[in-house]
């Protein structure tokens, strides 16, 4: 049973740092991409950071380019986004995700998700 567990979510003041962890179980995304999405209140889900499991490259999203970094272990079979310089416009419950490229930039079909966890950025 694939499994896909985040950790590192809370609360945080503006301008502080998270780190998030996906923790991978079941199988081996060697050929996939592992994604962060967040989705806020009332907002519809949107696609953070993504990384090649193999190769490492990334990908990340306007707003969040010179804040974040995704990063992976695959000996740990580990994903983590670093989160600096919070802003409150951050605050929503952050997804680990895991999928080809062009699925996981088209957030329709996704396979494999993980619970979610929440992160709250105070002004």
């Known amino acids: 049973q694939v499994q896909l567990v985040e950790s590192g979510g809370g609360l945080v003041q503006a301008g502080g740092s998270l780190r998030l962890s996906c923790a991978v179980s079941?199988?081996?995304?060697?050929?996939?991409?592992m994604g962060w999405f967040r989705q806020a209140p009332g907002k519809e889900r949107e696609l953070v950071a993504a990384?090649?499991?193999?190769?490492?490259?990334?990908y990340y999203r306007d707003s969040v380019k010179g804040r974040f970094t995704i990063s992976r272990d695959n000996a740990k079979n580990t994903v983590w986004l670093q989160m600096n310089s919070l802003k409150p416009e951050d605050t929503a419950v952050y997804y680990c995700?895991?999928?080809?490229?062009?699925?996981?930039?088209?957030?329709?079909?996704?396979?494999?998700w993980g619970q979610g966890t929440q992160v709250t950025v105070s002004s």
């Open positions: 079941g199988r081996t995304f060697s050929n996939y991409y």
């Open positions: 995700a895991a999928d080809s490229y062009s699925v996981l930039i088209g957030i329709r079909g996704v396979r494999y």
């Open positions: 990384i090649n499991w193999s190769t490492g490259t990334t």
